[in-house]
C-alpha cells in the first residue's frame, strides 16, 4: 500500500443476531489489516424467524452512521428471513453513499443471482479470504472481479467466479471480536456501544464447521454438494485454540458468563479432540457448559467424560416420531430405539 494513501471505512451489518459469529470474526480479521478502519452494526436483535420490522426511527439512525462513516464498502450477512430488511437498508446506503454493497451468508449462499438483483457482490461460502482479497483491493486502488468466492454485477454483466478451497486450519481464523469502540447497536429506537453479547450469561462459540450428516431439512445438505472436491467439509479447531478464545473473552472488563454454549453439531466425537479438551477445560475454563449432538452418536461413555469436564444440558432433536419418515425423507440417520435408549 502506498504509505500516504489515507484509510478506508469498511462496515459490515448484522441483521437482527447479536451473537453472529461471520461478522464478529470478519471484524477482527479487518481490524489486522493496514490501511483500513472497520465498523460492525448489529441492526436489532431476534431470536426467532417473527421478525419485527424496523421503525422509521432505526432506520434513520443506521443512515445517519452511514452519513456518518463514509464506507467504502457495506457487508451484509443476511438469513433468509431478513432479505427484505437487507433490500432496504441496501437502499438506504446507495442513497447516502458512495459504497460497494457485498451481501453474504447462507441466504446468498444459496441463492446468488437473487441477491445480485440488489447488491453489487454476492459473496459465496466462507468469507475470510474473499473479503481480505476485496478489501485490499478497494484499499489499493486494484481489480477486484477476479476474486474466488466473489459473484460480481457491473454495468448489467455478471462475473462468475469459482468457489476456493474451505479453510483446513480453522486455528488461524481470528477469533470473533467483542466489546469494540468501532461497534454500533441499533435496536428499540436507539443505537448503543454497549457490546449485548458480553453482558449475556451464556458464552456461545463455535469448534467446527460442517456436518458428518447430510438431513434434508438442514442447510448442509445443500452447502455440502458445493464445497465437492474443495477439500474435507467436517473441520475442527483445536481444543485449545478453542480454550484460548473463551479465556480472551471471560478476561474482558463486565463480562457476566455463567456457562458455555458449544455451537457443533456433534461435539467431542473425535478422541485424540476429546483428550485434549478434558486436559484443559475443566482447570482453565471450568463452567458448566451445554452441547449439541445426534442421538445416533451419544455413547454413555462419551456422556461420562463431558460430565466430568462439566457438562450441564445436551439438546438433540427427533424430527419425527417414525423411523421411516426421520430415514426415507428427512436423510436423518438414527432409530427411535436408539433415541429412547
Not at 21 to 50: C, Q, S, W
Not at 251 to 258: H, M, Q, S, T, V
Amino acid at each position: 500500500m502506498n504509505p500516504a494513501t489515507e484509510s478506508i471505512a469498511i462496515v459490515l451489518v448484522a441483521l437482527y443476531r447479536y451473537q453472529n459469529f461471520p461478522i464478529r470474526i470478519l471484524h477482527a480479521l479487518l481490524e489486522k489489516m493496514d490501511g483500513v478502519e472497520p465498523h460492525t452494526v448489529f441492526f436489532k436483535n431476534n431470536y426467532t424467524n417473527a421478525v419485527t420490522p424496523p421503525t422509521v426511527k432505526e432506520e434513520s439512525l443506521f443512515r445517519q452512521k452511514i452519513v456518518e462513516l463514509e464506507p467504502k464498502l457495506v457487508g451484509f450477512s443476511v438469513y433468509s428471513p431478513y432479505v427484505p430488511i437487507a433490500r432496504k437498508l441496501t437502499t438506504i446506503v446507495k442513497e447516502n453513499s458512495a459504497a460497494l454493497v457485498m451481501w453474504g451468508g447462507i441466504h446468498p449462499t444459496l441463492s446468488p443471482e437473487s441477491c445480485l438483483e440488489q447488491s453489487d457482490i454476492v459473496c459465496i461460502g466462507e468469507g475470510e479470504g474473499a473479503l481480505e482479497d476485496l478489501v485490499l483491493a478497494l484499499r489499493d486502488g486494484k481489480n477486484y472481479h477476479s476474486i474466488n468466492n466473489l459473484w460480481i454485477r457491473q454495468n448489467g454483466n455478471l462475473q462468475q467466479n469459482s468457489l476456493r478451497p474451505l479453510i483446513q486450519d480453522l486455528d488461524t481464523v481470528p477469533f470473533p471480536a467483542y466489546a469494540r469502540d468501532s461497534f454500533y447497536f441499533i435496536g428499540s429506537n436507539k443505537i448503543t456501544r454497549k457490546d449485548a453479547a458480553i453482558v449475556d450469561p451464556i458464552l456461545a462459540t463455535m469448534p467446527a464447521r460442517g456436518c458428518p450428516f447430510s438431513c434434508s431439512f438442514c442447510v448442509n445438505s445443500l452447502l455440502r454438494p458445493l464445497y465437492r472436491g474443495l477439500g474435507p467439509f467436517n473441520r475442527r479447531r483445536s481444543a485449545a485454540n478453542v480454550i484460548a478464545e473463551m479465556k480472551e473473552i471471560l478476561a474482558i472488563p463486565g463480562n457476566r458468563k455463567e456457562q458455555i454454549e458449544f455451537h457443533d453439531e456433534n461435539f467431542g466425537t473425535d478422541e485424540a479432540w476429546l483428550n485434549d479438551f478434558e486436559a484443559l477445560y475443566p482447570e482453565q475454563i471450568g463452567l458448566p457448559f451445554k452441547v449439541q449432538y445426534n442421538p445416533k452418536l451419544l455413547k454413555p461413555e462419551l456422556i461420562a467424560r463431558l460430565k466430568r469436564c462439566g457438562l450441564h444440558r445436551i439438546k438433540f432433536g427427533i424430527e419425527s416420531g417414525a423411523d421411516h419418515i426421520r430415514n426415507q425423507i428427512f436423510k436423518r440417520p438414527g432409530k427411535n430405539k436408539e433415541i429412547l435408549k
